[in-house]
């Protein structure tokens, strides 16, 4: 009696087929840590409404925030490389999930700027050690769309874990802890169980950070990255700020708009990732940040939500674009050795961009949206200029 066997279609099999058992291990538990993310997009109401914060109380506890966030890179970096990329990232993992409790029975101010600086520097030490283990596991030619793959798990648990958040916050807060917690603990347990360590054994990265200063390729690349963080932090900080106050949306209206953001990369995405990963990883990456950086300027001429939904629609073209590129560019320059000093450096670029973007977009939100949004798409013009440069360099590695 024959067996009958069922394949993947064509297209799953170009999308899905060809990468390791334990990359989907690591996919898998970044999707349920995303779905399960729930804190943080509410910290400024949590810390207002539920533990009667002052604006000013809860901007300095983001900002403690922030500083842990700063260290944290570098930290994870080290670790990855010394002690390897499935303790640290199991151990961050752990740490999460404690730090969000403490944060949760935090009543009093120290004890929140407390929690909130040691979370700030736990929550992503995991992203080198996550990067390294996509690097050590998967070719260099399959190594865009994995890190796309990625970007796109991330980005489909956090609209789903978004969402439920807001609902679960009128239950009351503290079940959203309770969820980022678990997910954390599920998330530590499954690369734990199912990825293996790929840290090379027997080599010694004497040196630390130093040698990967001395690649002025990477250094140069963390600039550009630098710059497309610049740009895109302001999602989170002054567009919000400026569609409410200047253009005069609804919160509501605002919120519509920014979800075909998530709506746009979780249907398209997965479709483009694998022609993406073909390209030029140097020309594709500055083309999406040109791409990116006109979206923002035309953000200077929104009058309506529509308006704001185009705009969002023409960046979110260029994220998409982006997205997988950055990580195997940082895993082609990066000794197996030093991946995870060569993925914290990155990331580092990404944590400095969240705390400069409010201190640069505040002040030329004051001066205008055309100031803001057309330095901002400048800045983005500058990073994909810089990537063209940086170019014969990389294809050279």
Not at 68 to 92: E, N, P, W
């Amino acid at each position: 009696m024959s067996r009958a066997t069922v394949e993947r279609p064509p297209f799953l099999r170009s999308q899905l087929g060809g990468l390791p058992r334990p990359f989907w291990a690591l996919w898998g538990g970044t999707l349920v840590n995303r779905l399960g993310t729930m804190v943080m997009p509410f910290t400024g109401v949590y810390l207002t409404q539920s533990r009667g914060l002052s604006v000013v109380a809860a901007g300095l506890v983001m900002g403690v925030f922030g500083a842990g966030s700063l260290v944290s890179q570098v930290v994870a970096g080290v670790l990855t490389d010394r002690i390897g990329r499935r303790a640290t990232l199991s151990g961050g993992m752990l740490a999460t999930s404690a730090a969000m409790l403490a944060l949760g029975y935090s009543t009093s101010l120290p004890a929140i700027l407390a929690s909130m600086f040691v979370l700030g520097l736990v929550i992503d030490v995991y992203r080198p050690a996550s990067n390294a283990l996509v690097a050590d596991l998967v070719s260099p030619e399959e190594r865009p769309r994995a890190y796309g793959l990625l970007f796109w798990g991330i980005n489909l648990g956090y609209s789903v874990g978004m969402t439920a958040g807001g609902w679960l916050a009128g239950i009351g807060f503290i079940w959203l802890f309770w969820i980022d917690a678990l997910s954390g603990v599920v998330f530590a347990v499954l690369v734990w169980r199912a990825v293996p360590e790929t840290r090379p054994q027997g080599s010694h990265s004497a040196g630390g950070f130093l040698m990967v200063l001395r690649d002025r390729v990477m250094v140069g690349f963390t600039l550009v990255a630098l710059g497309n963080a610049l740009v895109y932090s302001q999602t989170m900080t002054m567009l919000p700020v400026a569609m409410t106050d200047v253009v005069k949306l609804t919160a509501g209206q605002f919120g519509t708009a920014m979800a075909l953001n998530g709506v746009l990369i979780v249907l398209v995405q997965p479709l483009v990732s694998g022609w993406l990963g073909r390209r030029d990883p140097a020309r594709t990456l500055a083309t999406g940040l040109a791409v990116m950086g006109v979206g923002f300027a035309m953000t200077a001429y929104v009058t309506t939500t529509l308006g704001l939904a185009v705009t969002i629609a023409v960046w979110t073209a260029g994220e998409i674009m982006t997205a997988g590129i950055a990580g195997a560019v940082v895993a082609r320059l990066a000794p197996p050795e030093l991946r995870g000093r060569y993925s914290g450096l990155f990331g580092f670029a990404w944590s400095l961009a969240a705390m400069l973007a409010p201190l640069l977009g505040g002040p030329l939100l004051e001066l205008g949206s055309r100031a803001l949004w057309f330095t901002i798409g400048g800045v983005g013009f500058a990073a994909a200029i810089g990537m063209l440069l940086l170019g014969p360099a990389i294809r050279r590695r």
